[in-house]
């Protein structure tokens, strides 16, 4: 059952994507056309393609679903605890660039390097224990997480504060492996660094595997609003709108018992 459920979500992101509607739209204008159907009908497909792409394109819905991904995130929010004891710093992968043979990490993830450092910096520069755990493996030969770490050490971060989940493939696996390690880690306190648009569907696969972390957004994304659509917009909304479906694939999957 989950296996069709993957695959009709899938199908239905398909449904975000500009270049899909397009195509969609002119394959079902030449079969009516074909099949010698109303004039009407294929004006009103084409209409209906055209008014999506500019509803996508034109900033307007990326500005609503920003709002929505986003909006709780840009204030840090503060830990129940005022001086964790054993805190931990998750952070999730952001991919990997396999540039001229050379693998880098994606643009997405130096922000999270950023902010993760940022708040590892705050509890040793006190004297205070803090452990940072990077979970991804990505898809190049070298894992996330061991980019992650070479940067990590490479900024001060002490390799044993280190703690490499290397074997996650996406943000499910990122919260279930990782929720392995908390609990043997037992930590007082667990931060969850990864991008704005990313944060509320990690939290919620967190939730599922009983953990309960801070966020601790990295970046935003937003788009627009303009007179003409533009690929900006397009691709930003594209982005927003994945993570819109992944939050309700999510949610069902909870309901129906699917996930954990």
Same mark, same amino acid.
């Given at each position: 059952?989950?296996?069709?459920?993957?695959?009709?979500?899938?199908?239905? @992101?398909?449904?975000?994507?500009?270049?899909?509607?397009?195509?969609?739209?002119?394959?079902?204008?030449?079969?009516?056309?074909?099949?010698?159907?109303?004039?009407?009908?294929? /004006?009103?497909?084409?209409?209906?393609?055209?008014?999506?792409?500019?509803?996508?394109?034109?900033?307007? %819905?990326?500005?609503?679903?920003?709002?929505?991904?986003?909006?709780?995130?840009?204030?840090?929010?503060?830990?129940?605890?005022?001086?964790?004891?054993?805190?931990? /710093?998750?952070?999730?992968?952001?991919?990997?660039?396999?540039?001229?043979?050379?693998?880098?990490?994606?643009?997405?993830?130096?922000?999270?390097?950023?902010?993760?450092?940022? %708040?590892?910096?705050?509890?040793?520069?006190?004297?205070?224990?803090?452990?940072?755990? /990077?979970?991804?493996?990505?898809?190049?030969?070298?894992?996330?997480?061991?980019?992650?770490?070479?940067?990590?050490?490479?900024?001060?971060?002490?390799?044993?504060?280190? /703690?490499?989940?290397?074997?996650?493939?996406?943000?499910?696996?990122?919260?279930?492996?990782?929720?392995?390690?908390?609990?043997?880690?037992?930590?007082?306190?667990?931060? %969850?660094?990864?991008?704005?648009?990313?944060?509320?569907?990690?939290?919620?696969?967190?939730?599922?595997?009983?953990?309960?972390?801070?966020?601790?957004?990295?970046?935003?994304?937003?788009?627009?609003?303009?007179?003409?659509?533009?690929?900006?917009?397009?691709?930003?909304?594209?982005?927003? %709108?994945?993570?819109?479906?992944?939050?309700? @694939?999510?949610?069902?999957?909870?309901?129906?018992?699917?996930?954990?």
């Amino acid at each position: 059952m989950k296996f069709l459920l993957d695959f009709l979500f899938r199908v239905v @992101q398909l449904f975000t994507e500009p270049y899909f509607l397009v195509f969609l739209a002119v394959v079902i204008i030449a079969l009516l056309k074909r099949k010698n159907k109303g004039k009407n009908l294929r /004006i009103g497909v084409g209409f209906f393609a055209v008014l999506m792409i500019v509803f996508i394109g034109n900033g307007f %819905l990326g500005k609503l679903i920003s709002g929505y991904l986003q909006k709780n995130y840009v204030s840090p929010v503060a830990s129940k605890n005022r001086v964790p004891q054993n805190p931990v /710093i998750v952070v999730l992968g952001g991919g990997v660039v396999d540039f001229e043979h050379t693998e880098k990490l994606h643009t997405l993830s130096y922000s999270r390097l950023v902010t993760a450092y940022q %708040l590892y910096y705050e509890y040793k520069k006190n004297n205070l224990p803090c452990k940072i755990v /990077i979970s991804g493996k990505g898809r190049g030969h070298t894992s996330e997480a061991e980019l992650f770490r070479e940067n990590f050490k490479k900024m001060g971060v002490s390799d044993a504060d280190i /703690i490499k989940e290397d074997k996650s493939m996406n943000t499910y696996e990122n919260a279930k492996y990782t929720s392995k390690i908390l609990k043997q880690m037992a930590p007082s306190d667990i931060y %969850l660094v990864t991008s704005g648009f990313h944060m509320k569907r990690s939290v919620a696969l967190f939730h599922t595997f009983g953990l309960k972390p801070v966020p601790q957004a990295s970046d935003f994304i937003d788009t627009e609003i303009t007179v003409f659509p533009n690929s900006y917009n397009a691709a930003f909304t594209f982005v927003m %709108l994945k993570e819109v479906f992944g939050i309700w @694939q999510v949610q069902l999957y909870n309901s129906l018992g699917l996930n954990g």
